[in-house]
């Protein structure tokens, strides 16, 4: 099991910029795909963003307007480390936000919840208009 810690979160205003961490340890990090999901209040948990398990290729929700144009998944395998740029920040990014991990098992459909195995606690991201 991979364990996850998100930190980055805070109170913000709109147009401000944050970035997100999730650190990862227990297991050897490059053996997961990594994603970001949040939950808004009185929402469901939602796929953000996600990266592959050496960082070459990204997906973002194509659902959510202009999310890949403001947010930037990254991740750093010698440190163990998850990254969430967000910049541009809108009211409606309030949520909590976590990372998960995927570990391969033959398929990957990176926006589904079910695919992850292992997540974060969530860190709370409030934006202010």
């Known amino acids: 099991q991979l364990q996850l810690v998100e930190s980055g979160g805070g109170l913000v205003q709109a147009g401000d910029s944050l970035r997100l961490s999730c650190a990862a340890s227990g297991r050897p990090f490059d053996d997961y795909a990594m994603a970001w999901f949040r939950r808004a209040p009185g929402n469901e948990r939602e796929f953000v963003a996600a990266?592959?398990?050496?960082?070459?290729?990204?997906?973002?929700?194509r659902s959510l307007e202009d999310l890949e144009d403001r947010f930037t998944i990254s991740r750093d395998n010698s440190m163990n480390m998850l990254y969430l740029q967000m910049n541009s920040l809108k009211p409606e990014d309030t949520a909590v936000y976590f990372c998960?991990?995927?570990?391969?098992?033959?398929?990957?459909?990176?926006?589904?919840?079910?695919?992850?195995?292992?997540w974060g606690q969530g860190t709370q991201v409030t934006v202010s208009s």
């Open positions: 998960a991990a995927h570990y391969w098992n033959g398929s990957y459909y990176y926006a589904k919840e079910v695919e992850y195995s292992d």
């Open positions: 990266i592959s398990w050496y960082g070459e290729s990204t997906y973002y929700a």
